[in-house]
C-alpha cells in the first residue's frame, strides 16, 4: 500500500520485500543477462543495422530507468501497516463508488501507486483526477472531479476498505 505525502511513500512490509527483491535482481542478475546479450548483438558485426543489438541496447535503457525508480521509491519509503478500516479514502484502499449516484453504474478499484497495478483489480493514482477527487471522502460522501473534456463529474463514495493484496 502507499500513501503519498512530500515524497514519502507508506509501503507494507510485504510490498517493500517486494520491490527491494525486484531491485536487487534487476541490478544483478537483469543486468548480467543484458550485458550478455549486448555483447553477443555486438559480435554480429555492424552495429548499424543490428536490430538485435539495438533492441537489447533499448531495453537495457528501461531497466535502468525502473532501477533509478525503484530506488528513489525505496530511498523515501517508511514501512508501515496497511489503513485500518475507517470508511475514508485513502491510498492502499479499494474504493467502490457509483457514478451520479446511481448505484447501477459502479467502479470499483484500487487507490495506491502505479507500483501496485496488477490485472486482479483496476488502479487508480492519488494524483490522478478520480484518485485526488475521492482522495479523504468518507463513505456516504460525494466527490466531484474534472474529466479530460473539463466537465466535471460527480461520485457517491459507497465502499472503502483495506486492500488485501
Request: a negative charge; charged letters at 25%.
Amino acid at each position: 500500500m502507499t500513501q503519498t505525502s512530500d515524497n514519502v511513500t507508506w509501503l507494507t512490509q510485504e510490498a517493500y520485500n517486494q520491490l527491494k527483491a525486484e531491485l536487487e535482481y534487476l541490478s544483478g542478475p537483469a543486468r548480467a543477462e543484458i550485458s550478455a546479450k549486448i555483447a553477443a548483438a555486438r559480435e554480429e558485426g555492424d552495429l548499424r543495422e543490428n536490430g538485435g543489438y539495438h533492441a537489447a541496447k533499448e531495453e537495457q535503457g528501461k531497466q535502468e530507468l525502473r532501477v533509478r525508480q525503484l530506488t528513489q521509491l525505496l530511498e523515501h519509503a517508511k514501512v508501515g501497516e496497511a489503513p485500518a478500516v475507517t470508511g475514508v479514502v485513502a491510498p492502499g484502499t479499494v474504493v467502490t463508488i457509483a457514478f451520479d449516484g446511481d448505484e447501477d453504474d459502479t467502479l470499483t478499484f484500487l487507490l495506491a501507486s502505479r507500483e501496485y497495478a496488477s490485472s486482479d483489480i483496476e488502479t487508480y493514482s492519488p494524483q490522478s483526477p478520480l484518485g485526488s477527487g475521492v482522495n479523504g471522502k468518507k463513505v456516504g460522501e460525494d466527490a466531484e472531479y474534472e474529466l479530460p473534456n473539463g466537465k466535471k463529474a460527480s461520485v457517491r463514495i459507497l465502499d472503502a476498505k483495506p486492500y488485501q493484496g
